[in-house]
């Protein structure tokens, strides 16, 4: 009903003064987002600030250079840069079985004949870049990929998902698995570098270029899958729960912890390496976990993937997708320090992608603005939303947002049952903030704050 009634108003019948204005009644510096959509999310920008030491150089000047301008929007915003003309948008699982052009290939080819052919990957990856114009396209593959090179073989059964075999259930089980090096990779994964670089290749003379992104599953995930196996969906985590709570299972669960990051690193440096721009780390089964639970199982695992990648000495942006980040971030510091003092101190992940349970303006609270954050819609507004709603969603999402980088994102993939027509909507609604008025001031404020540091 509310969300309703504020869209009727429509942009236009907002002037700058009512969505944004200076507080009068507390600090000089204090701004409040005054857009209705924004309810609960309003903050001073001075509290936030006066909790920061040095600024990364890139938001000191309010101008964008020529050079800046050619970098993909998303690549900009992942360095920090705030003076994009607006968020950029991506959405995870964008490429699927809601789209025609996907379905002329699931119907005919299985899920691996599709993953693992470059030149059908390249296609799959593309569709939704061609479609809808979003700021990204992500590879098409699965986290379960790199794991036959692994010794862990998995097909995605229609109606039934991912199965994994044989699975983990023994120390037998697990000695047969063999930890992925680089070689390895480049041996047994060669379509992924071939997507890669042919996707590099086909991306480098568009303008706007989008960013090419790689991906692939935090350790817990992916052990979790393995644990799982053919249960999948099914079993919903019962295994690896088991696994959790006895003594000889936590051993167990540790040492397949260990292998998989091990494992990540080294795909990770091969992704970099084929020509990925960005990596975005899912942790899709994190929701399974309590937060005392996470803070053992997920994130320092998570943290030795992201130390091992920047020990192997590549810097691109690594994104972190915390399905389950809702109720957990405060754990989460541990991985994605709320004070970041200068961009050395930063363990290494620069962005953290949040499910659409979370409350994206106290993550904005939490983080601070040097917090590059992404997310976080619900998915089904994007299935079953009319275009008010989704406008709105989008619109509150930026509002919460603000004060720091953002970037446009669902709080989990695209749903199977998304009209095509609703997509295009969405990245539509988010290409054109950047001519709302309501919006530009929005970008503004934000500009002068980082201008006055
Ligand atoms: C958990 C997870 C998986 N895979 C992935 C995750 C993390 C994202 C999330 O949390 O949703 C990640 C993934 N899977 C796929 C991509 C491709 C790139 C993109 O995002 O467009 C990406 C990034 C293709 C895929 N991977 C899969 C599909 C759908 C099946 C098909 O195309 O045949 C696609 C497009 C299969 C898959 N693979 C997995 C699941 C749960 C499924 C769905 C099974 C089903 O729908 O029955 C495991």
């Avoid at 050079?67 to 003076?83: F, I, S």
């Avoid at 259930?169 to 070689?183: G, K, N, V």
């Avoid at 397949?256 to 795909?267: D, H, K, Q, R």
């Avoid at 819609?377 to 009319?386: H, K, Q, R, S, T």
């Amino acid at each position: 009903m509310f969300l309703c009634s504020i869209t009727r108003l429509g942009h236009s019948t907002w002037t700058s003064r009512s969505w944004l204005r200076t507080s009068e009644a507390s600090n000089e510096t204090g701004l409040k987002w005054l857009h209705p959509r924004c309810a609960g999310s309003s903050y001073r920008f001075s509290s936030l600030y006066a909790s920061l030491g040095t600024q990364r150089d890139d938001s000191r000047s309010t101008e964008a250079s020529a050079a800046e301008n050619e970098q993909p929007l998303l690549l900009r915003v992942l360095r920090g840069d705030v003076r994009v003309p607006r968020p950029p948008v991506w959405l995870m699982r964008q490429a699927g079985r809601y789209m025609s052009a996907f379905r002329s290939y699931s119907d005919r080819y299985a899920f691996r004949e599709r993953a693992e052919n470059p030149e059908i990957a390249v296609e799959l990856s593309l569709q939704p870049w061609r479609a809808f114009g979003v700021d990204a396209v992500i590879m098409f593959a699965d986290i379960l990929t790199p794991l036959p090179a692994m010794g862990l073989d998995y097909q995605i059964v229609p109606g039934k998902g991912p199965c994994i075999k044989p699975s983990i259930r023994s120390m037998e089980d697990l000695a047969r698995i063999e930890p992925l090096t680089i070689d390895a990779a480049e041996a047994a994964l060669p379509f992924v570098g071939a997507t890669l670089t042919e996707l590099a290749r086909q991306l480098a003379t568009r303008h706007p270029r989008p960013a090419l992104l790689g991906f692939l599953g935090a350790p817990f995930t992916l052990a979790a899958y393995a644990i799982d196996g053919e249960g999948g969906r099914a079993t919903a985590g019962r295994h690896v729960k088991r696994m959790m709570y006895t003594a000889e299972g936590q051993n167990l669960l540790h040492r397949l912890l260990t292998i998989m990051t091990e494992s990540m690193v080294a795909y990770a440096v091969y992704q970099a390496r084929m020509g990925a721009e960005a990596i975005q780390i899912f942790d899709s089964w994190a929701h399974l976990l309590p937060p005392e639970d996470y803070r053992e199982l997920s994130l320092p695992y998570i943290a030795r993937l992201v130390q091992g990648i920047r020990a192997a000495d590549v810097q691109i942006p690594l994104i972190l997708f915390a399905n389950g980040s809702c109720g957990k971030l405060d754990t989460l510091e541990m991985v994605f320090p709320r004070r970041i003092i200068s961009t050395t101190d930063a363990p290494g992940l620069d962005a953290l992608g949040l499910d659409w349970k979370t409350s994206m303006a106290e993550a904005r609270r939490l983080y601070g603005p040097q917090a590059i954050l992404q997310g976080n819609i619900d998915p089904m507004v994007l299935a079953f939303g009319e275009q008010a709603t989704m406008a709105a969603a989008i619109d509150r999402c930026v509002c919460s947002a603000a004060g720091g980088p953002h970037i446009l994102n669902l709080g989990h993939g695209v749903m199977q049952e998304t009209p095509e027509d609703s997509v295009a909507y969405f990245c539509d609604h988010v290409r054109a903030l950047a001519s709302a008025n309501w919006y530009r001031d929005l970008r503004a404020a934000l500009i002068e704050k980082r201008g006055m540091l």
